[in-house]
């Protein structure tokens, strides 16, 4: 298997299958691959949808379609079974995270999600996300989860992607409709005539269908992610998986996941201002590939927010040396800067990260 860190993101289907709520049926083998790549040394985060097919008989609603809030209820209530159902088949912990596209999109939050997964994984936890559907009406909506699983994937430097559902990948034409449709095995390029393929969803716990999933796709290969989408109900795909062979549809990535996060830091994120380090900061960044210290740092000038980028200027010749996400507001900064990092927590009264900037999300020059 040729990844190091994986987002495998389970379907409602494969979760509680045939409405009648959780059910290991299908999650033994997805665990069992998720283990085993844990002994392979590989980390693994789930995106598992799930919620509201788990809660659906918890509560009660007469139309088949039950409305928003119904379905709120029943995945508030199903979120509990579904943990508890993923928990009985790992020695290791998981944990839950519920979140928005409003909490991706915010800066501050962003980053809390990114350490908080660091820390997880560090701490061989399996983190299990899913949407946060009691709060996340219309606009603060991901919407679906197979579009989530990408976003996670970017958030925690991931560079694989698993999509696990009830088909074996993508076919030419929906493939319930069609007893014709033929399995595409590879993608280069996610053109339109690829999302022209892709039909909706038959099934009324799921949303989105396989046009999502190419959208998940999209996002993911553009970063550098290598995507599949797999066929979850079948357990000999997990053998395939382990034995480094493509047993659904595989979405080839342009370019290495940490390129491609390297070019973004570098090209594309504007820097809202920037700090000046001493010698010592300079040399740890430059030479021993070290995190930023507020010791290290001298004076600090413009206006940002914790999660904006900033410049990393060496205070000797003026020279910018490195740009990297930083973990504080400049007020916090002015505050901290040439301090220890164990003092951050008296002078703050809080204390997020003991670096300013964490070398994954640094760019040296
Ligand atoms: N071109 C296609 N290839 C494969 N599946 C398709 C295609 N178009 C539509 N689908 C449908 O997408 C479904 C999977 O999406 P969905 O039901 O949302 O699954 P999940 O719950 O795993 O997210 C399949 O069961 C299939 O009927
Ligand atoms: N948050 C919802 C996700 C719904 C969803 O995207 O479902 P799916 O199409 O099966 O991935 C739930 O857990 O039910």
Redesign the pocket.
């Known amino acids: 298997m040729n990844f190091n860190r994986a987002v495998i993101k389970v379907?409602?289907?494969?979760v509680a299958p045939d409405n009648k709520g959780c059910s290991g049926q299908h999650l033994l083998a997805i665990a069992r691959f998720i283990t085993e790549c844990q002994r392979a040394g590989k980390e693994i985060i789930l995106v598992s949808?799930g919620s509201v097919a788990a809660g659906r008989q918890l509560i009660h609603h007469g139309s088949p379609v039950p409305s928003i809030p119904t379905k709120q209820a029943m995945a508030s209530v199903g979120q509990m079974q579904m943990m508890a159902n993923w928990q009985r088949f790992f020695d290791v912990p998981c944990s839950q995270l519920l979140i928005t596209h409003g909490d991706l999109k915010d800066r501050q939050r962003y980053i809390n999600i990114k350490n908080t997964l660091r820390i997880l994984l560090a701490n061989n936890v399996i983190p299990v996300v899913n949407e946060n559907d009691t709060v996340a009406t219309e606009e603060l909506k991901v919407g679906?989860?197979?579009n989530l699983a990408a976003l996670v994937a970017l958030v925690s430097e991931a560079d694989c992607l698993f999509?696990?559902?009830?088909?074996d990948?993508?076919?030419?034409?929906?493939?319930?409709n069609n007893p014709d449709?033929v399995l595409i095995p590879q993608i280069e390029q996610i053109t339109e005539a690829v999302y022209a393929?892709?039909?909706?969803?038959?099934?009324p716990?799921?949303?989105?269908?396989?046009?999502?999933?190419i959208q998940a796709a999209e996002k993911a290969v553009e970063n550098g992610i290598e995507t599949y989408i797999v066929n979850?109900t079948n357990s000999g795909v997990f053998d395939l998986l382990l034995k480094g062979k493509n047993p659904g549809t595989k979405f080839i990535a342009s370019q290495a996941a940490t390129k491609a996060r390297k070019h973004w830091l570098k090209h594309t994120l504007k820097s809202n201002g920037q700090v000046m380090l001493d010698r010592g900061a300079v040399q740890a960044l430059v030479n021993k590939g070290a995190s930023l210290l507020p010791s290290g740092i001298t004076s600090v000038n413009g206006h940002f927010a914790a999660g904006d980028s900033i410049d990393l200027v060496n205070n000797d010749n003026n020279q910018v040396i490195a740009k990297g996400i930083c973990q504080y507001s400049e007020r916090d900064l002015l505050k901290i800067k040439g301090c220890n990092s164990e003092q951050i927590v008296d002078i703050l009264g809080y204390c997020p990260s003991k670096v300013i900037i964490h070398r994954d999300d640094m760019v040296v020059l």
């Open positions: 379907g409602s289907a494969l949808s679906d989860n197979d999509i696990l559902s009830d088909v990948g993508v076919y030419d034409q929906d493939p319930r449709a393929m892709a039909g909706t969803t038959s099934n716990i799921a949303t989105g269908g396989m046009k999502t999933k979850g």
